[in-house]
């Protein structure tokens, strides 16, 4: 008899630890449940990572274009006027202007990086220049206060002054951030296309990114690169 119940203790002290060793690991998940959040949020980020960019939105008559919408060979390049690499990349897009006349459009979409601190102010004005007709007038001007380290709100509404703009209509809209859900708007949409940093450009569709140089260059691992006279020939002889 006493067998017996020292039998049904020693199966009691084992359920009893069985539930207890349970008992600790559901109460470590409860008190701290920001593990399996962070775990879900890696996945999350590594799933970001392997994801494919979408192909890019077509230039379009939305679309602020230097040259025809017919032309055979279509830049479209995601931009940010306080961007000092995307300053420099503006002599490659005048290059490009002079030397393709006719064969190349190019459009301008807004993607200000939020560490500087004058370019989404400096889009919203390039929008509010556009309203009245004159966003590549001022798009100039925007890269030339950059190119003088003189970029703020007071010195966009001189520009839009200096262009013979209606300065009541273009302060109004400038302070109230009238076209803030567009520039936005542009910002998710490059996102979406796997644009990271400015410039990025697209030309038919190929991704270039960086401020590449009109003539062929060397990169520096020392391969030699296509530069952008070069990208634009091979699909103008295609």
Sequence with gaps: MKEKNIKYVVIGIIVLLVIGFFSIIFLSKKS???TETQNENQQAVNQGQSARPQSVKPMDASDHVLGSLTAPVKIIVYSDFECPFCLRFEDTLKQIEQTFAGKVAIAFRQFPLSFH???FPAALASECASEQGKFWEMHDKLFADNKNGNMSADQFKKD???????TVQFDKCLDTEKYKDKVQAQ???????GVTGTPTSFVNGQMVVGAYPFEDFTA????QTQGMKSIIEKYLNQ
């Design 187 to 193: 910002v998710i949409e490059g996102k979406n296309e």
């Design 32 to 34: 701290n449940p920001g």
């Design 220 to 223: 520096s691992d020392g391969t």
């Design 160 to 166: 839009a002054a200096d262009l013979g703009l209606n």
């Design 117 to 119: 601190p004058e370019a």
